[in-house]
């Protein structure tokens, strides 16, 4: 179908001047991208699908004279979702081709009426599927993002901290799955060996709920610590968690479980033979008792 | 390698494992380490699996199997070492391994078997010296 290919080519400069105009009037985000980037962009594709429909035909986009726009499309419409545009902007901006390019069709053909309505059909077909590779490329990009926010966030909340000399602290922000089990599980134990360390706290304060699966993936972890040889705490056990526990029948007594970080650290210190005596200046010092910590 | 030697070190038996074990390997030192243990009165058994990077269901059994079969005969058993790998691979196959003690080193082993065996210690002192 060359015809609406030489439709596109004589009328261009119109069909592009007008295009134009309704992007300014409808969709164009000047607070996101300036006119003279628009402008470029909608001659760039313009281009783009006047040399798919000369080479390839309207309906085949996955031809070869339809790569150029087929990359061009996806590289605006990525570059759009990460620059904060809606999905109807970014489709609309292929969509709107179709009331400059409708009339152009008009005007050429306006004598025989068949011709009119089968080559305005094929135009509605190449820009309908145009949109559909716009707004595809568009949801991709999205997801891509998603994934990488959730793997950075699945990296950055899962730290081991070491406390003390042979003691190790791992605060768990967030609900506990099995995928961050196992980030969780693999971390500490690394860190166990690295640092040769006796006790390891883990710290469930910034866990909102603990049912019977989190409760099974804790003591996986700390059974797995437990075969290395070092022992693992459970602290910032909240009053309703302990409920929840006891609730659900979860047997956590081969555990040892503290309310507060701080008694689980007082424990683990005391128990590697240290203890935590209150210096003799404290009462001069403004502020607070000054701790040395004895090794025994 | 047809077997995993087994060394006296007083009244400990030292066993470290630094080949990938098969079972024909394992029963091997199942048998071993019982015949050492009632021959030479051994009281604590320390293995060291700091090397072994690969485990299955069986090699698990078999910890736990020298483990009790050690305590019938009268010896602690310590098991240290033990890679992260290793650890998760066995937690998850679901063995815990309940009746074996574990150290992250030979040294932290040593201590927690001359702890546990203290009216020992002194015996085992002695017969350092005469080596």
Sequence with gaps: MSELAEIITQNEDQIRAEWLRDMAKSLQRSDLMSKAELEEQSLAVLNAVVMGVKTSGPTDMSGKGWNTARELLQEISSSRARQGFSPTEVASFVLSLKQPLFSAIRREQSKNQDKLFDTVWVATEMLDRLALLTTEAYIAAREELIARQQQELMELSTPVVKLWEGILALPIIGTLDSSRTQVVMENLLQTIVSTNSKYAIIDITGVPTVDTLVAQHLLKTITAARLMGAECIISGVRPQIAQTIVHLGINLEDVITKAKLSDALALALQRSGRSVIRSTAAGTSSAGAVAGIKEA | ?131
């Excluded at chain 2, 690969?54 to 090699?59: C, E, G, L, Y």
């Excluded at chain 2, 010896?75 to 063995?95: K, N, S, Y």
């Design chain 2, 1 to 131: 390698m047809d077997r995993i030697p087994v060394l006296r070190m007083g009244s400990l038996l030292l066993i470290t494992i630094q080949v990938d074990m098969h079972d024909k390997l394992a029963l091997q030192l199942q048998d071993d380490v019982t015949q050492r243990i009632s021959e030479w009165g051994s009281t604590g058994v320390l293995i060291d699996i700091s090397s072994l990077e690969i485990v299955d269901s069986f090699i698990g059994r078999m910890l736990a199997n020298i483990a009790a079969m050690s305590r019938v005969l009268g010896a602690e058993t310590v098991v240290v070492g033990m890679q992260p790998a290793v650890a998760i691979t066995l937690v998850e196959l679901g063995m815990s391994l309940p009746g074996v003690r574990t150290a992250l080193s030979v040294e932290a082993g040593m201590e927690l078997l001359f702890g546990a065996t203290l009216g020992f210690k002194r015996e085992a002192e002695d017969e350092f010296g005469e080596m």
